[in-house]
């Protein structure tokens, strides 16, 4: 799917790409600081994601009653 980088996050030696798809969707990838230099990440280009994972996240879930 194609992407573009909206921001590039240093985490020590892993570096996240914070991404939005064509739909509007954001996603992230993290990648080692090697790969992301390979790659000459920047914010504004456009790069071709596949997901290897997936993790989805919804606000509808409630914390459990710990009463």
Known sequence: MEAMVERVVHLGFEVRAELVLDDGRRVS????????????????QIVFVRASRTHVFSGAAKPPDRS
């Open 29 to 44: 990838a993290q990648v080692t600081r090697d790969e992301a230099e390979a790659l000459e990440l920047h914010d504004g």
